[in-house]
């Protein structure tokens, strides 16, 4: 089994940096991909980005390319989203999640993930 936990998150203004962490632990050297999903409020849960965790390839949603950037620790065995020039569409429930499988496609779904953290609420104010 693999455990992630995320961290971070919280109430900033639009324009504004905010950066969201994720730790993975148990078994983790079964992980090829990892995530990060946001679910914003009456909204489906969304694909933000994600990182194959042994070449290191990144995939970002439209909405979010050029302003979040998403990045892995492996001797930590975290991922973190670096979000920059928020705005209040941001604003969402955002989870982390990890995979068994390498994930080639450019747009991830919830069903290729096995794994998921709780969520950390990030809000942005206008």
């Known amino acids: 089994q693999v455990q992630v936990v995320e961290s971070g998150g919280g109430l900033v203004q639009a324009g504004d940096s905010l950066r969201v962490s994720c730790a993975a632990s148990?078994?983790?050297?079964?992980?090829?991909?990892m995530a990060w999903f946001r679910q914003g409020p009456g909204k489906e849960r969304e694909f933000v980005s994600g990182?194959?965790?042994?070449?290191?390839?990144?995939s970002y949603a439209d909405s979010v390319r050029g302003r979040f950037t998403i990045s892995r620790d492996i001797a930590e065995k975290t991922i973190n989203l670096q979000m920059n020039s928020l705005k209040p569409e941001d604003t969402a429930v955002y989870y982390c999640?990890?995979?068994?499988?390498?994930?080639?496609?450019?747009?991830?779904?919830?069903?290729?993930?096995?794994?998921w953290g709780q969520g950390t609420q990030v809000t942005v104010s206008s």
């Open positions: 148990g078994r983790t050297n079964s992980i090829y991909t």
């Open positions: 990182i194959n965790w042994n070449a290191g390839t990144t």
């Open positions: 999640a990890a995979s068994r499988y390498i994930i080639r496609s450019t747009y991830h779904t919830p069903d290729q993930y096995q794994y």
